[in-house]
C-alpha cells in the first residue's frame, strides 16, 4: 500500500527479489493443483504491482489499492488495476479464485475487517503471501543489537504493525477459518550482503530516524570485516476453503 509511512517502491522490489521464488513455490505446489487452469486472482494492497508482476505468469491479476498513483503505475504496465480500500473490497462474493496479499496487513488499521474481505470475495484460496515480524529481526555484531528496537518504534510511529507475521495465526483463527502458517527461507552469501548493505542501510535510516545514526560506523565496520549479518522473519498463511 502507498499510504503515508508506508513501504517504498524500492523496498518493495527487494522484497519480492528475496521471496519471489518462495511465492511461486507456494503457489506451484499448495496452490495451483486445486485452482482452475489460468485461476483469477486480486492482489489486495498490490502497490505499483511489484508482486503482482512476478506472479503474472500463473495468475490472471486483477491488482487493487487505495493510492490512485499506485493504481495508475500498474495500469501503465498493462495490468488490470482498480482503485479500492482492503477493508471494503469492491466486489461480489466469490468474485475470484484466489485473493492474496504481500506486506499489506502490518499497514491496516483493521487486519481483521480486510481478511473477512478477501474470504468473502475468493472461491477458493485466501494467501497472506508475506508478513514481516521485526520483534524477530537479528542484526549482527551485537552492536547492532539496537537496530531492531529503533526499527519496532520506527515503523510503529508509521501506524505499522511490526510484529504482523506472529499475529497471523490469531487472525485467521479471529475469523473463524484454519490456516497453514509457514516462515519464508533464506540463503545470504557475502556477495549478496554487500551488495545489499548501502539499501538495508537507507531502509533503516528511513524507518528509525536519527536513533540510527550512532549504529553507522558500527554497520560499516561489520561490513568491511565481513561479520556483517541480517535478517527479519517473513511469514506466510495459506487458507483453502
Not at 65 to 84: E, K, L, S, T, Y
Request: hydrophobic share 40%.
Amino acid at each position: 500500500m502507498n499510504a503515508p509511512g508506508a513501504t517504498g517502491e524500492g523496498q518493495l522490489k527487494r522484497q519480492s527479489d528475496w521471496l519471489a521464488e518462495h511465492w511461486r513455490w507456494l503457489l506451484d505446489t499448495k496452490v495451483l493443483p486445486s485452482l482452475p487452469p489460468r485461476p483469477s486472482a486480486l492482489d489486495v494492497g498490490s502497490g505499483p504491482g511489484i508482486a503482482a508482476a512476478s506472479l503474472s505468469g500463473r495468475l490472471d491479476v486483477t491488482c487493487l489499492d487505495i493510492d490512485p498513483q499506485a493504481v495508475a503505475r500498474c495500469r501503465r504496465q498493462g495490468m488490470q488495476a482498480v482503485r479500492g480500500d482492503a477493508h471494503v473490497l469492491p466486489f461480489r462474493d466469490r468474485s475470484f479464485d484466489l485473493t492474496y496479499c504481500s506486506f499489506t496487513l502490518l499497514w491496516l488499521h483493521g487486519p481483521e475487517r480486510a481478511l473477512r474481505e478477501m474470504l468473502r470475495t475468493s472461491r477458493h484460496a485466501v494467501l497472506l503471501l508475506a508478513e514481516p515480524d521485526h520483534g524477530g529481526r537479528i542484526d549482527h555484531p551485537e552492536a547492532l543489537g539496537p537496530i531492531r528496537g529503533l526499527v519496532i518504534d520506527g515503523l510503529r510511529a508509521e501506524g505499522a504493525d511490526p510484529l504482523m507475521g506472529r499475529k497471523l495465526r490469531a487472525l485467521c483463527s479471529s475469523c473463524g477459518v484454519d490456516a497453514e502458517i509457514g516462515i519464508h527461507p533464506g540463503s545470504w552469501d557475502r556477495g549478496r550482503a554487500i551488495s545489499e548493505a548501502d539499501d538495508e542501510w537507507k531502509w533503516i535510516e528511513s524507518t528509525a530516524g536519527e536513533g540510527a545514526a550512532p549504529l553507522r560506523d558500527s554497520w560499516s565496520a561489520a561490513l568491511a570485516a565481513g561479520s556483517l549479518f541480517t535478517h527479519s522473519p517473513v511469514f506466510y498463511a495459506l487458507i483453502m476453503k
